[in-house]
């Protein structure tokens, strides 16, 4: 029996036990009124039979003892007596109690009738005193009752209130168990059919508004785990807790690893060089799940099951890896064309003009049409969770919606978000909008992107805006916008190859051909027009030119792996970041030194992180960027708590590592005084500055980014699984 049931049980028992105090206290008093009475009026009755006889025998004793045994063959009479005015007994039978005489019989003998009840020895006695010749007499008939008989009846009485109490007790309890549990049943039935959207019973409304806040409240206290650290196994925790145990589906054009089969013919694993695989990949093995992806390598077909599916990272898998392959025809309007001719230079403001053509578009929507059918073919259930990776696949959540309207899809933009007018500049910027408005939930990197997509729905669509909530319901769907600033792995997992950190700097400068006396920088980027490759080189040349004493000192290493070389836009600004390489080293080269290296060619990460340690400062001046994760990598590479990052004012990382030397890449003076800045920066001040740039790093890592992302789909599908739209909680 449940705790609530024992105590309305107890409620009533008390409440039983009180009405039969009260009952049997109301019962007692009103018999024993009715027995008084009862018994004067028998005495009046007895007395008034005798009182002839007793006057005319006045004074003949046995006469009026004969008549008083008469009297007293009544059981309920104990004994008779005569008395005057005073109280004093003249004559009495034999039963009579002797103490009462005189004035301790309490009765008042001036009234016509008077009655009292007295203690005897053993039990009450009741007094009636009458006048023998009316009021006024002066010989009173006194008639004394044992009310002994009243009292049995009245235990008599007690017992069967008893007896009916305990039969209320034992029937009363069975009546509002039974019921209790009936009632119960039936409410909650109509309760929860109420909840499932079955029934509309106004009743419950006030409830379910309850249920929905008190969920949550527990949804937000079971996943926000305030001041605790967000490391793999505490979201690997999340999946299992608040996530029942789901695996994660995630699209994304880019593969975590290619199969690439060399001259040699020897088939090697690289790790593209992706900021997204770089925050993404720490994730998945963290996770596991399902990561599918175009199949870019050319033996990636050769790595793949009768499915698809490869087991990734080769080393320790953790999660499968699903290819999907792309004719030529689809890479070229898909990839280069809609997503990096169009979407690309639209959102980056790098004053390079977006190409949009109708069959581009074409290609998108059918590509982005075939990684949704393979979310809903490895998902398998219909309430999976779906991370949706960047703008390949603006029109996958909608999609993914309608084949799978119960699904959890968690859609991160990875690049900047235009604002409303220039997000007009698109044919289809409708479509690109709704196809989003798909998901469930919508990350950016920061509030800025976050208002901007708000204010295009707004502008674009039939759509209501929650500014409060920061949500759109658009289309029978309610998307929440959120800003999620990307980050990386804390620590940073170095492979066994990689040289100590005392070391690094040594093997990079041998491998160089610098000299000890040599002040390094490094940038690490794609050849991409948005990563103000060209406004670096300019800022070291303008360095040199105002800082004399650097020449020959001050060297910058720029790590560029190739980019999406097959369209023109690219391979011109390859051309030009060579051109201006060459321009400025011919400047200030000798034959001993160089003031730029360029390293035109893929590095795989341990190469990257040794020169991340190697370097006194690292340059990152993105034209504009949604976050860099160049610049959290070399933080978290600087164990040694040195070295100086620059850093654009334009990357979402700008607003979080305040720490750092922050430039306008356009300000050619200003960030060649930081360059100067940061190789003269005194040790102390490096150390002060890396100290707090780690700690951000370290406390915003890439598992915060996912669990808080992740720790929002929980609570979102907690509300859902209130409302009934999702199947029940499962049982413990």
């Not at 008893?162 to 039974?178: D, P, S």
């Not at 978290?636 to 590592?657: N, P, Y």
């Amino acid at each position: 029996m449940k705790l609530s049931t024992l105590r309305v049980v107890s409620l009533l028992l008390l409440c039983l036990a009180g009405a039969l105090f009260v009952v049997s206290r109301v019962v007692t008093l009103t018999t024993m009124r009715w027995f008084e009475r009862d018994l004067a009026l028998r005495a009046e009755l007895a007395v008034a039979g005798a009182r002839s006889s007793l006057i005319e025998h006045a004074g003949d004793t046995p006469r009026i003892l004969e008549l008083f045994d008469a009297i007293t063959r009544d059981e309920r009479i104990l004994g008779v007596a005569l008395c005057d005015a005073q109280g004093e007994v003249s004559v009495a039978s034999r039963d009579y109690p002797r103490s009462l005489r005189g004035q301790d019989l309490g009765v008042d003998l001036g009234a016509e009738v008077s009655h009292r009840i007295v203690d005897g020895e053993d039990h009450q006695l009741q007094i009636s005193a009458v006048p023998l010749a009316g009021a006024g007499s002066t010989t009173y008939a006194l008639v004394v009752h044992d009310l002994s008989f009243v009292l049995r009846r009245q235990d008599v009485v007690d017992r069967f209130l008893l007896a009916l109490f305990l039969a209320f007790a034992v029937c009363g309890t069975l009546a509002l168990l039974i019921s209790s549990r009936l009632s119960f049943r039936a409410w909650t039935a109509r309760l929860r059919s109420y909840v499932r959207g079955e029934t509309r019973e106004p009743r419950f409304r006030p409830l379910l508004q309850d249920l929905r806040a008190l969920a949550r409240t527990i949804g937000d206290q079971r996943t926000s785990g305030a001041g605790l650290p967000w490391t793999p196994s505490r979201l690997k925790q999340l999946l299992r807790t608040d996530l029942m145990g789901e695996r994660l589906v995630v699209i994304a054009n880019r593969e975590p690893y290619m199969h690439v089969k060399g001259d040699d013919g020897v088939v090697r694993v690289l790790h593209p060089a992706s900021g997204l695989v770089t925050a993404l990949e720490p994730v998945m093995r963290a996770c596991s799940g399902v990561w599918i992806a175009h199949g870019s390598g050319n033996a990636d077909r050769e790595a793949v099951d009768a499915q698809d599916h490869v087991q990734v990272p080769p080393d320790k898998p953790q999660y499968t890896l699903r290819r999907l392959w792309l004719s030529p025809e689809e890479e070229k309007g898909y990839y280069y064309g809609f997503a990096n001719e169009g979407l690309w230079p639209l959102c980056h403001l790098a004053h390079v003009r977006p190409t949009f053509r109708q069959a581009d578009f074409e290609h998108y929507r059918a590509v982005n049409q075939r990684f949704a059918d393979a979310v809903v073919a490895e998902s398998g259930s219909d309430d999976p969770i779906v991370l949706v990776q960047d703008y390949h696949f603006a029109l996958a959540p909608r999609m993914i919606r309608e084949r799978l309207p119960k699904a959890s899809i968690i859609t991160f933009w990875h690049i900047p978000w235009p604002n409303a007018e220039r997000m007009g500049i698109c044919p289809w910027a409708r479509e690109l909008l709704d196809g989003m408005l798909g998901s469930s939930i919508l990350g950016f990197h920061t509030r800025q992107h976050c208002n901007n997509f708000l204010e295009a729905a707004d502008r674009y669509l039939e759509s209501r805006i929650d500014r409060e909530t920061h949500g759109v319901e658009q289309a029978g769907n309610t998307c929440l916008v959120r800003p999620y600033p990307i980050s990386i792995e804390w620590p940073l997992r170095w492979p066994a190859e990689a040289p100590a950190p005392t070391d690094c700097r040594r093997v990079v400068f041998e491998r160089l051909g610098l000299g000890p006396h040599v002040k390094l920088g490094v940038g690490i980027d794609r050849l991409d027009y948005t990563k103000g490759i060209l406004e670096r080189f300019h800022a070291v040349e303008r360095a040199l030119d105002r800082y004399p004493d650097l020449r020959g000192v001050l060297c910058f290493a720029q790590l560029s792996a190739p980019s999406r070389s097959a369209i023109g836009e690219y391979q011109d600004f390859d051309r030009r970041v060579v051109a201006e390489a060459e321009r400025i080293n011919a400047r200030y080269a000798t034959e001993s030194y160089r003031p730029i290296l360029l390293l035109r060619a893929h590095h795989e990460q341990p190469a990257v992180l040794t020169h991340y340690r190697a370097a006194d400062f690292c340059f990152v001046s993105s034209l504009h960027d949604g976050m860099n994760l160049v610049a959290k990598e070399f933080v978290a590479a600087r164990e040694d708590e040195r070295g100086v990052l620059i850093l654009s004012s334009f990357t979402g990382a700008a607003k979080e590592l305040s720490e750092a030397l922050v430039v306008n890449p356009y300000d050619v003076e200003r960030c060649a005084d930081a360059i100067a800045l940061a190789v003269s920066m005194p040790e102390d001040e490096q150390r002060a500055r890396m100290h707090a740039l780690r700690s951000i790093v370290a406390e915003f890592n890439v598992y915060a980014w996912a669990g808080r992302m992740l720790a929002d789909a929980a609570r979102l599908r907690w509300h859902e699984r209130v409302a009934g739209q999702l199947s029940p909680f499962p049982r413990p």
